[in-house]
């Protein structure tokens, strides 16, 4: 019972991954017809925060995955 659940909860999240992907492809095509809008300052903050925050996560990432290798620790 328990394993005809889990496969059944597997697969709902293969529909949803694919309806959502499909959204979001349908989005990305209407949204190339659209001209490009003019960001604010606080737009461009935003923007440069967030671009910021990925990076530093991503370099804060990788530096503690080398700090977890036993060859380093």
Same mark, same amino acid.
């Given at each position: !019972?328990? %394993?005809?659940?889990? /496969?059944?909860?597997?697969?709902? %999240?293969?529909?949803? &991954?694919?309806?959502?992907?499909? !959204? /979001? !492809?349908? $989005?990305? /095509?209407?949204?190339?017809? $659209?001209?490009?809008?003019?960001?604010?300052?606080?737009?461009?903050?935003?923007?440069?925060?967030?671009?910021?925050? &990925? %990076?530093?996560?991503? /370099?804060?990432?990788?530096?503690?995955?080398?700090?977890? $290798?036993?060859? &380093?620790?």
């Amino acid at each position: !019972m328990l %394993v005809g659940i889990v /496969l059944v909860a597997e697969a709902l %999240v293969v529909v949803w &991954f694919a309806v959502f992907s499909i !959204m /979001l !492809m349908s $989005m990305y /095509l209407d949204s190339r017809k $659209m001209p490009l809008p003019k960001l604010d300052v606080a737009g461009r903050t935003l923007i440069g925060s967030a671009k910021l925050a &990925f %990076v530093t996560g991503m /370099l804060a990432l990788a530096v503690l995955t080398v700090a977890e $290798m036993p060859l &380093f620790g």
